[in-house]
């Protein structure tokens, strides 16, 4: 089901009952999880988890923002995801892993995605949030023959992989994963996106563009879970596989003494026949 709720695009103190998709993350991660929390920044949305009781191991690229957040993480790693063996250097098994404003920065996201699958938890889920580039704003802005990058925002310029909601759908099912919360950020109108010019563009055309629940959504936030056994599940079976193993052996090892039995009282009677003949 989908649900929305206008909120601050901008970061706030996530305590959990803030529109951000920083308090969405926190929100979404149960109390006393175990979190992969990728792009971790200076450790904001860190402390909110740690509050909660979850135990967080950290992961970014910048340096600097690594030494802010490390206070609160159990563990951190300064790697580049795009990196081949990036994923290689984490270790552990997670009950959360938080995508929070990352896979947009990633060239690759469903490559990222399917390598993590292999550090989620039996039953752990993926907590994400990214960027509509089918914001209103963005929208007017083309009309107008726009696309201009900003510091930050929905058309902040290390962003390399723009998400509507059906391409985030799209790389989900890719990744064999079904979405479980589907949430979104609103903006109140077009006043939070990118810059534009409401009146250049006719009046149907702009009523037109902004009819709908897409136009006035800033980001797209939810959980999403394996629909397939994850490495760590598949770890369990063959501890469990032998002892099946071992239980059919016994079962056949029965099965011969028994047929052996048979053959036995069958062969004794054939004697006894021919004795009377």
Not at 45 to 56: E, S
Not at 244 to 252: D, G, R
Not at 253 to 274: N, P
Request: with cysteine; proline share 6%; aromatic share 6%.
């Amino acid at each position: 089901c989908i649900h929305a709720r206008p909120g601050s695009v901008g970061p706030d103190e996530p305590d959990g009952s803030g529109s951000s998709s920083q308090s969405w993350m926190v929100r979404l991660t149960p109390a006393g999880s175990r979190v992969l929390e990728v792009g971790c920044s200076t450790g904001m949305t860190t402390r909110a988890l740690v509050r909660n009781g979850c135990t967080v191991t950290g992961v970014e690229i910048d340096s600097a923002a690594a030494a802010a957040a490390s206070p609160y993480c159990q563990e951190i790693h300064v790697l580049d995801l795009e990196e081949p063996d990036a994923f290689d250097q984490i270790s552990g098994s997670y009950d959360v892993i938080i995508l929070a404003d990352v896979l947009e920065h990633l060239r690759r996201p469903l490559d990222a995605v399917r390598s993590l699958r292999a550090k989620l938890a039996p039953e752990g889920v993926f907590c994400y949030s990214v960027p509509n580039i089918a914001h209103g704003s963005v929208r007017l802005a083309l009309w107008e023959g726009r696309w201009d990058y900003q510091r930050t925002g929905l058309l902040d310029r290390t962003h390399v992989t723009f998400f509507t909601r059906a391409s985030l759908l799209e790389l989900w099912e890719a990744a064999e994963c079904d979405v479980i919360v589907d949430e979104r950020v609103l903006t109140d109108g077009i006043a939070d996106g990118v810059p534009c010019d409401p009146s250049a563009v006719p009046d149907d055309v702009r009523e037109a563009m902004l009819d709908s629940l897409d136009s006035r959504t800033y980001q797209y936030v939810g959980t999403a879970r394996p629909r397939t056994p994850t490495p760590s599940e598949v770890e369990r079976a063959p501890a469990e596989g032998s002892t099946l193993v071992a239980e059919q052996a016994l079962l056949i090892g029965r099965l011969q003494t028994e047929v052996e039995e048979l053959l036995s009282f069958r062969e004794i009677g054939r004697a006894s026949c021919r004795e009377r003949v």
